[in-house]
């Protein structure tokens, strides 16, 4: 990592949650922070720090992505840390789901992620370091009913991140994925499209249950701040380390898994959300 001048990190989807308590971390810590998201007026909070550079970004445009790094560039001089956080969740049947709604959610989790890092790499290259960290879910590596297409595009990080390493190793960046549990944060409101309206489908039942489920189980969620400070963590480690679960109920959902055949965590994930046989 750069130590003969301040440090710059690029963040997507930092107008709240996540980003934007991760754009403050960073900037407490001294670094030059480029904070960006779709609408410029949920920055202002942002745009008061003196180290905090905020700038317009939809990450599922190509050409905004890479004029969002060239901004970087000619500001800060390089980009020592990418952190792609932008995303939002699609829950409901699968069934239910309209082919733009499916479409949506993969230009925003998958195709964004690809758009944002594929700008960033040849000045990392060239600077022969820098540390890429993608936002996934625990939900890239276990799964719950009624997010199948929300977990498609986070298993997809994960595969991508970890394929990804092996390449960018021999140019002195690092990969490494953060895995959060339930994170309190607008994520279930703002952040969280349905594949439905109404009732008036054959998963009404299920989505009741499943929905009031999840809301039971939300006093057991990391704060943005604690992901914030995990994050920065595994920007600054030093390490090779690919995968970062983070959260209470990720480590204990994750411990399960490791410990039990596929038909028992199926089971218990049954019974947690509501709907054993």
């Known amino acids: 990592m750069n130590t003969s001048a301040h440090k710059t990190v690029l963040i997507t989807g930092s107008s709240t949650g996540i980003g934007h308590a991760t754009a403050l971390h960073f900037a407490d810590q001294g670094w030059n922070v480029v904070a960006t998201m779709r609408n410029l007026e949920n ?5 008061k720090r ?47 789901a309209s082919q733009e709604a499916i479409d949506k959610q993969f230009q925003t989790n998958v195709y964004g992620i690809f758009n944002v890092t594929r700008a960033a790499l040849p000045a990392m290259r060239a600077q022969k370091e820098g ?30 991140s970890e394929s990804l390493q092996y ?13 959060p549990g339930g994170v309190k944060t607008d994520f279930a409101s703002r952040s969280l499209a349905l594949t439905f309206t109404g009732n008036d489908h054959p998963y009404a039942d299920t989505v009741e ?18 992901l914030a400070v995990a994050i920065y963590g595994a920007a600054t480690d030093g390490t090779d380390r690919l995968r970062y679960v983070v959260g209470p109920d990720a480590e204990q959902t994750i411990g399960a898994r490791t410990q039990m055949s596929e038909a028992e965590f199926q089971a218990m994930i049954r019974q947690y959300m509501g709907l054993s046989k």
């Open 43 to 47: 920055g202002a909070e942002l745009a």
């Open 50 to 96: 003196p180290n905090i550079r905020v700038v317009a970004l939809d990450v599922t445009n190509r050409e905004a992505a890479e004029h969002a790094v060239q901004d970087t560039l000619t500001h800060f001089g390089r980009i020592d840390v990418l952190i792609n956080n932008a995303g939002y969740g699609l829950f409901g049947p699968f069934e239910t």
């Open 131 to 160: 540390v890429v960290i993608n936002v996934s879910s625990i939900g890239g590596l276990i799964s719950f009913p009624l997010v199948s297409l929300y977990h498609a595009t986070k298993f997809a990080v994960f595969g991508f």
């Open 167 to 179: 390449e960018l190793a021999p140019h002195g960046i690092k990969v490494k994925v953060i895995a």
């Open 209 to 226: 249950r499943v929905q009031a489920a999840f809301e039971s189980r939300r006093d057991n969620h990391s704060s943005s701040e604690d």
